[in-house]
Nanobody, 124 residues
């Protein structure tokens, strides 16, 4: 069992930055690949970024490439999402998720555990 708790969300002006953190409980964090997803009001949840267990593989959706960076610290049981050059369209609830098995990085059904989400609001 893994519990995930996101933090770091908030209100920021367009062009600003935020760093989201996702702290995981348990001693097996390093065995999970991690993902960030987001859901805007009235829209479906969408994939944002993925990082493998050892951080040797990373993927992100096209709309955030060059602006968002995913990273992890297995010693701290934490995954991060550094978000720069934020845009109003990045406004959403951001969720981190943990995946134990294989599958496409962007496939939310492959993730076993989810956090409660943290709100990110970007004003224009």
């Amino acid at each position: 069992q893994v519990q995930l708790v996101e933090s770091g969300g908030g209100l920021v002006q367009a062009g600003g930055s935020l760093r989201l953190s996702c702290a995981a409980s348990g001693r097996t964090f390093s065995s999970y690949a991690m993902g960030w997803f987001r859901q805007a009001p009235g829209k479906e949840r969408e994939f944002v970024a993925f990082i493998s267990q050892t951080a040797n593989s990373k993927y992100s959706t096209d709309s955030v490439k060059g602006r968002f960076t995913i990273s992890r610290d297995n010693a701290k049981n934490t995954v991060y999402l550094q978000m720069n050059s934020l845009k109003p369209e990045d406004t959403a609830v951001y969720y981190c998720a943990a995946r134990a098995g294989p599958g496409a990085a962007s496939d939310s059904s492959r993730y076993n555990y989810w956090g409660q989400g943290t709100q990110v609001t970007v004003s224009s």
